[in-house]
């Protein structure tokens, strides 16, 4: 069974900074061989795109509203995908989720696309 697991949230103030990692497990699953996203859900939103990664690693997708303040990175000897979140905005607060991409035939911020999805970190920014 493939599982994805989050962590790193938490509370932090406007301009601050937090890392977020996401461990994926499975004997079955070639991680390396996945590409990966963040998304997010606030309050009252739809999940909406945040970063993706591709599945050797050289190519990064970001949104609008994180570029230049977000880097999506990965692991692969650790089965690991990080967001390293700077700059954190109020707008930020949000449960982000980490997901594995199983159909590459859409795009990278699509989240139809993606088959595997952890369980959600809170991330809250306080003002």
């Known amino acids: 069974q493939v599982q994805l697991v989050e962590s790193g949230g938490g509370l932090v103030q406007a301009g601050g900074s937090l890392r977020l990692s996401c461990a994926a497990s499975?004997?079955?699953?070639?991680?390396?061989?996945?590409?990966m996203g963040w998304f997010r859900q606030a309050p009252g939103k739809e999940r909406e795109f945040v970063a993706a990664i591709s599945w050797p690693g050289g190519n990064t997708y970001y949104a609008d509203s994180v570029k230049g303040r977000f880097t999506i990175s990965r692991d692969n000897a650790k089965n690991t995908v990080y967001l390293q979140m700077n700059s954190l905005k109020p707008e930020d607060t949000a449960v982000y989720y980490c997901?594995?991409?199983?159909?590459?035939?859409?795009?990278?911020?699509?989240?139809?696309?993606?088959?595997?999805w952890g369980q959600g970190t809170q991330v809250t920014v306080s003002s």
């Open positions: 997901a594995a991409r199983t159909d590459l035939r859409g795009r990278p911020d699509d989240s139809g696309g993606y088959g595997i």
């Open positions: 499975g004997r079955t699953f070639s991680f390396s061989r996945y590409a």
